[in-house]
Nanobody
Framework: QVQLVESGGGLVQAGGSLRLSCAAS????????MGWFRQVPGKEREFVAA????????WSAESVKGRFTISRDNAKNTVYLQMNSLKPEDTAVYYC?????????????????WGQGTQVTVSS
């Protein structure tokens, strides 16, 4: 079993930056593909970014390419999402997730463990 806890969310003005962290306990994350997703009320949870177990491969949604960067530190059992040039449309609850197999890193249905989420609000 893996427990994931996100942190780093908050209120920021448009154009600003935030760094989200996802700390894991219960099992080492070093063999898991890790992903970030986000959700606003009334909408489906959507893919934001993912990173392979080694960090060698990353994937990003078109809407965040060039602005968001996913990274991981397996020694610290932590995954990060650096978010720059934030826009009001980035406002959402952001979730961290872990996938044992990494076959479809952009698909939320492939992920086995989820955190509780952290709110990100971007004001205009």
């Amino acid at each position: 079993q893996v427990q994931l806890v996100e942190s780093g969310g908050g209120l920021v003005q448009a154009g600003g930056s935030l760094r989200l962290s996802c700390a894991a306990s219960g099992r080492a994350l070093s063999t898991y593909t890790m992903g970030w997703f986000r959700q606003v009320p009334g909408k489906e949870r959507e893919f934001v970014a993912a990173i392979s177990w080694s960090g060698a491969r990353t994937w990003s949604a078109e809407s965040v390419k060039g602005r968001f960067t996913i990274s991981r530190d397996n020694a610290k059992n932590t995954v990060y999402l650096q978010m720059n040039s934030l826009k009001p449309e980035d406002t959402a609850v952001y979730y961290c997730a872990a996938d044992r197999f990494g076959s479809s890193p952009k698909s939320k249905d492939e992920y086995d463990y989820w955190g509780q989420g952290t709110q990100v609000t971007v004001s205009s």
